[in-house]
């Protein structure tokens, strides 16, 4: 929150114009495992480099916006080009099959990005005004700051109805400034995987799948350290290691906020009592050695897979490579919280944007319907999804997937059920979100790598109230 992406993605592909290759099985980040092939960092170039003319954005509204019923599909052929981080080439493939197959004069350009270049590659295309790219993934934090920067085109009369097709923490991150600037297709939350030989071994109970019984961080800090001394490599691992979307929650558990406060969230909140602790705790697990420093975030799912960790908290995305390891003995728990604090988990994922420079906005809006609302959407398409669809019929369908049958991944439908109603938590709401997202992923590298958190944060706090001064 993957995706992301990711709040957390977790996709591996390549760049690729119209999709042709057979379809792969998807693991989330985003909110997506973020890292694509060589061959993405080349597609990221090409698609960067294909930006074209130049001057500031323009507040108008596309030329050929509709509005709610009267989406019709063009008469002759129209291609539109359609920039993504969430999914790789294959993953999303069998999607557009369908769509090419209802919707014939229209042929969608799926162009991916890898997460770490997507930004970049978006603000070079979306600054120019650049025509040629139509819908571009939105992470779903980044919301206000694209809007900002003039590249959203309000969706508000296209899409009035939303409340009650949608999830409600969607709905509101993909809107800013009271209008409908995005549209949600996926969500994300969070569980605590653990390796039942491990516990097992170190004469450790295993956790309950109930959310009413869930962990604090400080059992499984003393119950990592013990399933270590049993024999474990690591006692326990984050997915997401030096990023926001899952490192967040530790702070807001203590009653330490979002990191932003004041008037659009554009004053930075790191320097209090929840923060400090937070961090605090999260450098003392790699001080410890109850986490290994240096691990990139592609590599994390790959060592809990193979046995290496005790307690690895991280998405329902990973459920398909857990449960394809066959001789992995796991289970999955509630997403833990610091003891006194309150229950807080991850969320967030992806929406679709429609440039305002795009030239093919009727043709843009029926994809974007027919991706995130006919029928379900995406989700029905794409085989062996392990991450929520934003759309309520569509997250019905997640539910009934086939990996959660799985014994080892019992309870996982009711605790995503219940986190996503009752603990998900958005990220900061701000203008300044990219700013403040590559800020933090620095500190807390920093802090996993022994800086103190006290210094750290202080750190955080000045380079970003420096970025943020232009938005105030």
Same mark, same amino acid.
């Given at each position: 929150?993957?995706? !992301?992406?990711? !709040?957390?993605?977790?996709?591996?592909?390549?760049?690729?114009?119209?999709?042709?290759?057979?379809?792969?099985?998807?693991?989330?980040?985003?909110?997506?495992?973020?890292?694509?092939?060589?061959?993405?960092?080349?597609?990221?170039?090409?698609?960067?480099?294909?930006?074209?003319?130049?001057?500031?954005?323009?507040? =108008?509204?596309?030329?050929?916006?509709?509005?709610?019923?009267?989406?019709?599909?063009?008469?002759?052929?129209?291609?539109?080009?359609?920039?993504?981080?969430?999914?790789?080439?294959?993953?999303?493939?069998?999607?557009? =099959?369908?769509?090419?197959?209802?919707?014939?004069?229209?042929?969608?350009?799926?162009?991916?990005?890898?997460?770490?270049?997507?930004?970049?590659?978006?603000?070079?295309?979306?600054?120019?005004?650049?025509?040629?790219?139509?819908?571009?993934?939105?992470?779903?934090?980044?919301?206000?700051?694209?809007?900002?920067?003039?590249?959203?085109?309000?969706?508000?009369?296209?899409?009035?109805?939303?409340?009650?097709?949608?999830?409600?923490?969607?709905?509101?991150?993909?809107?800013?400034?009271?209008?409908?600037?995005?549209?949600?297709?996926?969500?994300?939350?969070?569980?605590?995987?653990?390796?039942?030989?491990?516990?097992?071994?170190?004469?450790?109970?295993?956790?309950?799948?109930?959310?009413?019984?869930?962990?604090?961080?400080?059992?499984?800090?003393?119950?990592?350290?013990?399933?270590?001394?049993?024999?474990?490599?690591?006692?326990?691992?984050?997915?997401?290691?030096?990023?926001?979307?899952?490192?967040?929650?530790?702070?807001?558990?203590?009653?330490?906020?979002?990191?932003?406060?004041?008037?659009?969230?554009?004053?930075?909140?790191?320097?209090? =009592?929840?923060?400090?602790?937070?961090?605090?705790?999260?450098?003392?697990?790699?001080?410890?050695?109850?986490?290994?420093?240096?691990?990139?975030?592609?590599?994390?799912?790959?060592? $809990?897979?193979?046995?290496?960790?005790?307690? $690895?908290?991280?998405?329902?995305?990973?459920?398909?490579?857990?449960?394809?390891?066959?001789?992995?003995?796991?289970?999955?728990?509630?997403?833990?919280?610091?003891?006194?604090?309150?229950?807080?988990?991850?969320?967030?994922?992806?929406?679709?944007?429609?440039?305002?420079?795009?030239?093919?906005?009727?043709?843009?809006?029926?994809?974007?319907?027919?991706?995130? &609302?006919?029928?379900?959407?995406?989700?029905?398409?794409?085989?062996?999804?392990?991450?929520?669809?934003?759309?309520?019929?569509?997250?019905?369908?997640?539910?009934?997937?086939?990996? $959660?049958?799985?014994?080892?991944?019992?309870?996982?439908?009711?605790?995503?059920?219940?986190? &996503?109603?009752?603990?998900?938590?958005?990220?900061?709401?701000?203008?300044?979100?990219?700013?403040?997202?590559?800020?933090?992923?620095?500190? $807390?590298?920093?802090?996993?790598?022994?800086?103190?958190?006290?210094?750290?944060?202080?750190?955080?706090?000045?380079?970003?109230?420096?970025?943020?001064?232009?938005?105030?």
């Amino acid at each position: 929150m993957r995706t !992301e992406s990711p !709040e957390g993605g977790v996709s591996t592909g390549q760049f690729a114009g119209r999709v042709t290759d057979a379809a792969e099985h998807f693991a989330h980040q985003p909110l997506t495992r973020r890292s694509f092939t060589a061959m993405a960092a080349a597609g990221a170039t090409a698609l960067l480099a294909a930006g074209c003319g130049s001057g500031s954005m323009s507040t =108008a509204q596309p030329a050929g916006l509709t509005t709610a019923g009267q989406l019709k599909d063009p008469a002759s052929p129209v291609t539109i080009t359609y920039a993504g981080s969430a999914y790789s080439a294959d993953d999303i493939k069998p999607v557009l =099959a369908a769509f090419h197959q209802a919707h014939p004069t229209i042929t969608v350009d799926y162009q991916s990005v890898p997460f770490d270049q997507f930004n970049s590659v978006l603000s070079t295309r979306l600054s120019r005004q650049d025509s040629t790219l139509d819908l571009f993934d939105v992470d779903m934090p980044r919301t206000d700051a694209y809007r900002v920067r003039g590249w959203l085109a309000d969706l508000s009369s296209l899409f009035p109805g939303l409340s009650g097709q949608v999830d409600k923490m969607s709905l509101e991150a993909a809107t800013s400034d009271g209008k409908l600037v995005a549209m949600p297709y996926q969500t994300s939350s969070q569980l605590l995987y653990y390796n039942k030989a491990l516990l097992r071994k170190a004469g450790i109970p295993f956790p309950s799948d109930r959310a009413d019984a869930r962990m604090t961080w400080e059992q499984v800090t003393d119950d990592a350290k013990k399933a270590q001394a049993a024999g474990a490599k690591w006692g326990l691992l984050f997915d997401q290691v030096n990023r926001y979307y899952q490192l967040q929650p530790l702070a807001e558990s203590l009653g330490g906020g979002s990191g932003a406060t004041g008037e659009g969230n554009l004053t930075p909140a790191l320097e209090n =009592a929840g923060w400090t602790k937070a961090m605090t705790w999260y450098g003392s697990l790699f001080k410890d050695k109850i986490s290994p420093r240096g691990v990139p975030v592609a590599q994390t799912p790959d060592m $809990f897979a193979s046995g290496q960790v005790a307690y $690895f908290p991280g998405g329902p995305w990973w459920a398909g490579q857990f449960t394809g390891e066959k001789t992995l003995e796991f289970g999955v728990a509630a997403y833990p919280y610091f003891a006194g604090g309150k229950a807080v988990t991850p969320t967030g994922g992806w929406s679709l944007g429609l440039n305002r420079a795009t030239k093919h906005a009727a043709a843009a809006e029926i994809f974007m319907k027919f991706m995130a &609302l006919d029928n379900g959407g995406f989700a029905q398409y794409m085989p062996s999804l392990s991450v929520p669809p934003s759309n309520t019929v569509g997250t019905a369908r997640f539910y009934r997937e086939p990996v $959660f049958s799985d014994p080892r991944l019992a309870g996982a439908v009711d605790l995503t059920k219940y986190e &996503l109603a009752n603990t998900a938590t958005l990220r900061a709401r701000t203008a300044g979100y990219v700013e403040f997202e590559d800020t933090l992923g620095r500190t $807390f590298e920093d802090i996993a790598n022994g800086a103190s958190a006290a210094s750290a944060l202080a750190s955080a706090t000045s380079t970003i109230d420096s970025a943020w001064a232009k938005y105030r």
